[in-house]
């Protein structure tokens, strides 16, 4: 019996003997960018939802922490229905399979959009989760991972060694991006907030998920993951509208919405290179192909936000060599 085979035989047992549940059965869903693996529990007459989150490379406990802290803002998280931590299984509520990614189209994007903008503002707020320390997204923090996109996507993906120069121009220019950041308002950042994280459920209210790696970060990050999402690209007038309208809603006297903007923009080219990291990374070192198709969307988002900026230049032309 091989090592998942071994963990899904583990969790059966668990289920079983410590969940005590009735006949059922395991359906595997689509997982996420890390090793943590999700089942649907599918009773008689009900479902719930298993996480299989490996000890050593996963952990369960911030998950139930933020959880139950976004709970309490009246945001609608999954319960935690049982865990055993130290094992990394988790039972939770089952939100159904009304994706936003599946659901979103050009007559409700708006719509759906405004909800999601609407929780976001209140998950913002959230300032303390008992039981797990919220790390800082701090501006080395954000170098590392611009470090790591030139490893895996450069390097071992398009086998593109930078020049001296170049090094040195694209440095100068990581540098920007990841300073500008940090100088914006520091909030609760979910760090993943985008169409295959959120659920449309009944009475128009949104589920969320996969929340465990959050950080407090930069006011804009959330908002570029959702609103410039790697998965699903929308016109720039409705991107723009919604934009505005967040910066609207969260009262920020102090900061123009030209200024607003340019934070949104320039926080999105860092979390588009992490993307890219992370999806040739899952390809090179994980042998999972299924987040490639999704990196010509993200490499326009990166040429066409690059071009914008002189102090991003270097990244534009970069970005077009990595298209070719």
């Known amino acids: 019996m091989d090592?998942?085979?071994?963990?899904?035989?583990?969790?059966?047992?668990?289920?079983l003997t410590?969940?005590?549940?009735?006949?059922?059965q395991l359906h595997s869903l689509p997982g996420d960018a890390s090793f943590r693996r999700y089942f649907r529990v599918q009773l008689e007459n009900k479902s719930y939802i298993a996480m299989d989150a490996p000890p050593g490379t996963e952990n369960c406990l911030p998950f139930v922490a933020i959880a139950k802290a976004l709970r309490a803002l009246n945001l609608r998280t999954p319960e935690i229905i049982a865990s055993d931590i130290k094992r990394g299984f988790l039972l939770i509520t089952d939100f159904g399979d009304f994706l936003f990614l599946k659901e979103l189209n050009s007559d409700n994007a708006e719509k759906l959009y405004s909800k999601a903008l609407d929780?976001?503002?209140?998950?913002?707020?959230?300032?303390?989760?008992e039981g797990w320390h919220l790390p800082l997204f701090t501006a080395n923090f954000m170098r590392?991972?611009?470090?790591?996109?030139?490893?895996?996507?450069?390097?071992?993906?398009?086998?593109?060694?930078l020049s001296i120069s170049e090094e040195s121009a694209i440095s100068i220019c990581f540098d920007f991006l990841a300073q500008h950041a940090a100088l914006q308002p520091q909030v609760f950042m979910h760090r993943d907030y985008h169409s295959a994280n959120l659920m449309v459920l009944p009475n128009n209210e949104i589920g969320i998920l996969d929340f465990?790696?959050?950080?407090?970060?930069?006011?804009?990050?959330?908002?570029?993951?959702?609103?410039?999402?790697?998965?699903?690209?929308?016109?720039?007038?409705?991107?723009?509208?919604?934009?505005?309208h967040y910066w609207e809603q969260i009262r920020m006297p102090n900061v123009s919405a030209d200024e607003f903007m340019m934070g949104f923009d320039i926080m999105g080219l860092q979390r588009h290179l992490k993307a890219l990291l992370t999806f040739s990374r899952k390809f090179r070192r994980d042998n999972n192909p299924n987040y490639l198709q999704h990196i010509p969307r993200t490499l326009e988002y990166i040429t066409k936000v690059s071009a914008r900026y002189p102090e991003c230049q270097t990244l534009y032309y970069l970005s077009q060599q990595c298209v070719q």
Request: charged share 20%; with cysteine.
């Open 212 to 244: 465990q790696d959050a950080f407090i970060g930069p006011v804009t990050y959330d908002l570029v993951s959702l609103l410039r999402d790697c998965y699903i690209a929308w016109p720039d007038e409705l991107i723009n509208k919604l934009v505005l």
């Open 3 to 15: 090592l998942i085979d071994n963990r899904q035989h583990e969790l059966n047992q668990w289920l």
């Open 119 to 129: 929780a976001l503002v209140i998950l913002q707020s959230c300032r303390k989760v």
């Open 18 to 24: 410590e969940c005590q549940l009735p006949l059922f």
């Open 144 to 161: 590392q991972e611009l470090e790591l996109f030139k490893q895996w996507f450069l390097q071992k993906h398009l086998n593109i060694n």
